[in-house]
Nanobody, 125 residues
Framework: QVQLVESGGGLVQAGGSLRLSCAASGRTFSSYTMAWFRQAPGKEREFVAASRWRGGSIYFAESVAGRFTISRDNAKNMVVLQMNSLKPEDTAVYYC??????????????????WGQGTQVTVSS
């Protein structure tokens, strides 16, 4: 069982930055693919970024590539999403997700085993 707790959301002006953190419980954190998804009102949950298990590859949605970075600290059981050059269209609830091992379908929410409660990110124009 893995528990995920996000923090760091808030209100920021367009062009600003926010840093989201996800703290995970469990002793095998490095064996999990960690990802961030987001969901805006009236829209489906969409993939943002992922960090493959055991410090492997990282992946980004095209809409955030070059603006967001994802990093993980396996010793601290933490994954961080650094969001720069934020746009109003980035406004959403952001969720941390964990999947044991790796799936080529890492962009699909249904592939993930555990989810955090979400943190609101609001970008004003």
């Amino acid at each position: 069982q893995v528990q995920l707790v996000e923090s760091g959301g808030g209100l920021v002006q367009a062009g600003g930055s926010l840093r989201l953190s996800c703290a995970a419980s469990g002793r095998t954190f490095s064996s999990y693919t960690m990802a961030w998804f987001r969901q805006a009102p009236g829209k489906e949950r969409e993939f943002v970024a992922a960090s493959r298990w055991r410090g492997g590859s990282i992946y980004f949605a095209e809409s955030v590539a070059g603006r967001f970075t994802i990093s993980r600290d396996n010793a601290k059981n933490m994954v961080v999403l650094q969001m720069n050059s934020l746009k109003p269209e980035d406004t959403a609830v952001y969720y941390c997700a964990a999947k044991f091992g790796y799936s080529s379908n890492y962009r699909l929410p249904g592939e993930y085993d555990y989810w955090g409660q979400g943190t609101q990110v609001t970008v004003s124009s």
